[in-house]
Structures are given as structure tokens and as C-alpha cells.
């Protein structure tokens, strides 16, 4: 299982842009499916965007849809969630997260709910002016 960290958060103000990064411990990600989630202060984690281990299924949350881009490294070991036009309620600390898709039956599957095999430590994003 590879370890996940998070980085790129940070303080902006509404309508700024943030990119975060998820670094894996090994060129892995061919082989897991993705998916970014969030935790605002007194909320529940809700998922955010997903990614299939073969790339070829994205999924986005209604309230980020056209604003977020998910995406990954050609060396298989950096996740990105671009984050555009930011606002207040994007606050929360992000969490990126995998689960095993090395065969082919699961290859183009994309959770967008939390039952991922391994979760960083996230990072804090705040929107605010």
C-alpha cells in the first residue's frame, strides 16, 4: 500500500486558485484508484473528485463541477486537484485517498464515496478574505 501525503494547502482569498499535490511513496498509481475529499469544521467528509487507476474515469462533486480538475503525473507517483475560483464554502482540510485497481474488471472504477484502502493526512484549504 503506498503511503499519501498531501501538500499545497494554504490561505486564499475567494475567486484565488490552489493546487494540491498528493506524492506516493512509489510509482503506484496505475494501479489504485484516486479520489480527493474534504472535511469542513463541524461537517461530515464528503468526496470531492475520483480518478480510476487506468485514467480514464473522472468524477466530480456537484459543487465543484467546472471549477476543480483532478489529474496525475505521467511517472505515476503525483495526484493533482487543481482548485479554480475558490470560495468560502471550499474551506476544509483535503484528504487525497487510493484503493487497490490492478485488475482489469476494476481498472475504470472511480469511488466518489469513502471506501478507499489508504488515506493521507490532508491538508487545510482556506477561502477566505
Known amino acids: 500500500q503506498p503511503q499519501l501525503v498531501e501538500s499545497g494547502g494554504g490561505l486564499v482569498q475567494p475567486g484565488g486558485s490552489l493546487r494540491l499535490s498528493c506524492t506516493t511513496s512509489?510509482?503506484?498509481?496505475?494501479?489504485?484508484?484516486m479520489g480527493w475529499f474534504r472535511q469542513a469544521p463541524g461537517k461530515g467528509r464528503e468526496g470531492v473528485s475520483c480518478?480510476?487507476?487506468?485514467?480514464?474515469?473522472?468524477n466530480y462533486a456537484d459543487s465543484v463541477m467546472g471549477r476543480f480538475t483532478i489529474s496525475r503525473d505521467s511517472a505515476g507517483n503525483t495526484l493533482y486537484l487543481q482548485m479554480n475560483s475558490l470560495k468560502p464554502e471550499d474551506t476544509g482540510v483535503y484528504y487525497c485517498?487510493?484503493?487497490?485497481?490492478?485488475?482489469?474488471?476494476?481498472?475504470?472504477?472511480?469511488?466518489?464515496?469513502?471506501?478507499?484502502?489508504?488515506w493521507g493526512q490532508g491538508t487545510q484549504v482556506t477561502v477566505s478574505s
Open positions: 485517498a487510493a484503493f487497490v485497481a490492478n485488475i482489469a474488471s476494476t481498472k475504470s472504477i472511480c469511488r466518489m464515496t469513502d471506501d478507499y484502502d489508504r
Open positions: 512509489r510509482s503506484t498509481l496505475n494501479r489504485y484508484g
Open positions: 480518478i480510476s487507476s487506468n485514467g480514464r474515469t473522472t
